[in-house]
């Protein structure tokens, strides 16, 4: 099985599982992914995601493999229906996604990452745009992820050059949330789902929704979106809770509800 999906106390665990191959994803695997990280987003019972890969690379792109033999309309309906309709699950889900990466980390591999919300990244771990080496451009959003995350210029330099981004540099340019040593990495990620897994669903989702927003509207449009969100949540169970909680002086107890 080359992608997995479990889910225990609320959270949905996804791992890419084709080590023999670098967690190369094929056409299946995309469309499988996308499946699984829709699946999560429609359940009610998942209350975050943890996106994790087996063996010691995290992803190295797209299987080159599959490539070829396509006119440019078969690609770009693959396309949307394979690597872009993924990213966009990823990217819109409204529950908090956890990522654990190691190794390589390569193409739509960093894409993923970057749809993420907290990326723990162990030391070994290396990310790269090897994308001009094949006459490729850099697909599934990961131009638009880079550019906002650094700026146009320090993601033309990575994207143009291709070079390979250690994992403590990526945290000096805030694209990864922390650096961890390896053998600490899986159990690191973990423990940050679980207790995301445990907050108000409803609240976290929204606001993501929001982080995404702050990014391109005028803050007019931005302060619309949020007049529309905020009084939602004052309508929550969690939202009543963390108000006792708060009255009580105690941790509260969220339901995601």
């Given amino acids: 099985m080359s992608v997995e999906y479990s889910l225990d106390g609320g959270l949905a665990r996804i791992y890419i599982n084709r080590p023999e191959k670098h967690n ?68 819109d889900i409204e529950k908090p996604v956890v990522t654990s990466v190691r190794g390589h980390v390569i193409g ?12 723990i990244a162990s030391a070994t771990t290396r990310f790269s745009l090897p994308f001009l080496r094949t006459g490729l451009i850099a697909d599934t959003g990961v131009i638009w992820f880079l550019a906002r995350e650094l700026g146009t210029l320090r993601a033309k330099e990575l994207v ?68 529309l969100m905020s009084p939602q949540l004052r309508h929550t169970e969690d939202f009543h809770e963390g108000i006792r909680a708060f009255k009580e002086k105690r941790p509260p107890e969220f339901k995601g509800l």
């Fill in 160 to 227: 143009f050059s291709g070079r390979p981004l250690g994992a403590e540099e990526a945290r000096g340019l805030g694209l990864c949330t922390e650096v961890v040593d390896d053998p600490t990495l899986d159990a690191r990620a973990l423990d940050r789902a679980i207790e995301l897994s445990k907050g108000p669903t409803f609240s976290l989702g929204l606001m993501r929704k929001l982080f995404a927003l702050s990014r391109a509207p005028a803050l007019t449009d931005y302060l619309e979106w949020e007049s």
């Fill in 108 to 119: 739509i591999g960093w894409a993923l990452v970057l749809a993420c919300d907290f990326i």
């Fill in 24 to 91: 190369a994803l094929t056409r299946e695997m995309r469309e499988e992914l996308a499946d699984r990280v829709e699946q999560a987003s429609s359940d009610p019972a998942v209350r975050a995601v943890l996106l994790s890969a087996r063996g010691p690379n995290f992803c190295a792109g797209a299987d080159l493999a599959q490539f070829g033999g396509e006119d440019p309309a078969a690609a770009r309906r693959r396309m949307q229906a394979g690597g872009h309709r993924l990213i966009r699950a990823l990217n």
